[in-house]
T-cell receptor, first 118, second 114 residues
């Protein structure tokens, strides 16, 4: 079975440019998460969706960041305009609903998108 | 407020010895899950072990076990018979029933010495 698929794996862009990161969750999963990882701030939860609906976006750092999930098999994280401090690894993860039956609620992570903003 | 605390930024262990990585958490939810993930230098996030708040027994998965002390709100990861391949970052995480998000601790970098 395919895991969580993220693209691009690496992105180098210049300050001010628009960046779009993409994610295809595991089929059948109810939840989708976007995290940002940096050395200074660790793994930060940016936003998560349940059945394509954003539940909590309080972790989105600024209005420059936006995320959408138009359907159950696709999500995007957009940064416009990008800044050097946005340089990080961005992870997408998906899961089934936790606390239901034998499901542990573990997150399945994509390989991450490494963003460098010059 | 920080919900997951990992107080050990770095740990060293000799190959073949056991090591304990600490994790404490804070929640008022009656139902929650605790998770440990491994992140090797290649960057992927690997799920290791899960403990449910109502589980009576400590979770075990091969060389990994979780020392769950509910009253103390701690969920320490024990790795037995350490191997060189265990060198990595280890993250503790919690998922609460009321929010269903997953929050991670700052991580512990484990180095296994030959």
């Amino acid at each position: 079975d395919a895991g969580v698929i993220q693209s691009p794996r690496h992105e180098v862009t210049e300050m001010g440019q628009e960046v779009t990161l993409r994610c295809k969750p595991i089929s059948g999963h109810d939840y989708l998460f976007w995290y940002r990882q940096t050395m200074m701030r660790g793994l930060e939860l940016l936003i998560y969706f349940n059945n394509n609906v954003p539940i909590d976006d309080s972790g989105m750092p600024e209005d420059r960041f936006s995320a959408k999930m138009p359907n159950a098999s696709f999500s995007t994280l957009k940064i416009q305009p990008s800044e050097p401090r946005d340089s990080a690894v961005y992870f997408c993860a998906s899961s089934w609903a936790p606390f239901s039956g034998k499901n542990t609620g573990e997150l399945f992570f994509g390989e991450g998108s490494r963003l460098t903003v010059l | 407020a920080q919900k997951i605390t990992q107080t050990q930024p770095g740990m060293f262990v000799q190959e073949k010895e056991a090591v304990t990585l600490d994790c404490t958490y804070d929640t008022s939810d009656p139902s929650y899950g605790l998770f440990w993930y491994k992140q090797p230098s290649s960057g992927e996030m690997i799920f290791l072990i899960y403990q449910g708040s109502y589980d009576q027994q400590n979770a075990t998965e091969g060389r990994y076990s979780l020392n769950f002390q509910k009253a103390r709100k701690s969920a320490n990861l024990v790795i037995s018979a350490s191997q060189l391949g265990d060198s990595a970052m280890y993250f503790c995480a919690m998922r609460e029933i009321t929010k269903n998000d997953m929050r991670f601790g700052a991580g512990t970098r484990l180095t296994v010495k030959p």
